[in-house]
T-cell receptor, first 112, second 115 residues
Framework: RKEVEQDPGPFNVPEGATVAFNCTYSNSASQSFFWYRQDCRKEPKLLMSVYSSGNEDGRFTAQLNRASQYISLLIRDSKLSDSATYLC?????????????FGAGTILRVKS | DTGVSQNPRHKITKRGQNVTFRCDPISEHNRLYWYRQTLGQGPEFLTYFQNEAQLEKSRLLSDRFSAERPKGSFSTLEIQRTEQGDSAMYLC?????????????FGPGTRLTVL
């Protein structure tokens, strides 16, 4: 079983739609969670951190459910520019520090 | 532009050749990470440095791979005797342990194609 699992999609949605992605993680000791966005042939860029209390940044809302070990990302009022791959990321704490463990990503295509 | 730079951006090589990539992190960042990403997958951790010390290496990092960060600033990743399976995007990221955030900042990557 992969450490971080995501539905690869693609999710094809019209402009203005609301879309949600889920991600599950296997390590119950994980403490920090993020969503990164990656455009085609570009590097990943931090979209937002995910907190237990949930957090919102404009049209984007992230939620964490520790009991079920899943993370969600909700995008409201989708824009064409939201088309990208969304990577779910979990921090794995090691003896000497931490490393990011990425899911394979969920592809979003927003169409006019 | 995150401030992390990588060179070259693209590298095409023949199987069996050696290649070396360079990463220049954000100047005040003491942690530097290398990841590899293949098509349709998320980045996979390879190794990381705190200053000049290499603290962890993934099992993905075979003995053909070596990374250095001699002065605690830039880092190099060398692949010896390249194989077609080494074709991937090699990403470098950096962060500072002096902040409360775990955020890593990625460079643009080096895309390696082994023919």
């Amino acid at each position: 079983r992969k450490e971080v699992e995501q539905d690869p999609g693609p999710f094809n949605v019209p402009e203005g739609a609301t879309v949600a992605f889920n991600c599950t993680y296997s390590n119950s000791a994980s403490q920090s969670f993020f969503w990164y966005r990656q455009d085609c042939r570009k590097e990943p860029k931090l979209l937002m951190s995910v907190y237990s209390s949930g957090n919102e940044d404009g049209r984007f809302t992230a939620q964490l459910n520790r009991a079920s070990q899943y993370i969600s990302l909700l995008i409201r009022d989708s824009k064409l520019s939201d088309s990208a791959t969304y990577l779910c990321v979990v921090i794995e704490w090691e003896e000497y520090g931490n490393k990011l463990v990425f899911g394979a990503g969920t592809i979003l295509r927003v169409k006019s | 532009d995150t401030g992390v730079s990588q060179n070259p951006r693209h590298k095409i090589t023949k199987r069996g050749q050696n290649v070396t990539f360079r990463c220049d992190p954000i100047s005040e960042h003491n942690r530097l990470y290398w990841y590899r990403q293949t098509l349709g997958q998320g980045p996979e951790f390879l190794t990381y440095f705190q200053n000049e010390a290499q603290l962890e290496k993934s099992r993905l990092l075979s003995d053909r791979f070596s990374a250095e960060r001699p002065k605690g600033s830039f880092s190099t990743l060398e692949i010896q005797r390249t194989e077609q399976g080494d074709s991937a995007m090699y990403l470098c990221a950096s962060r500072s342990t002096g902040t409360l955030t775990d955020t890593q900042y990625f460079g643009p990557g080096t895309r390696l194609t082994v023919l």
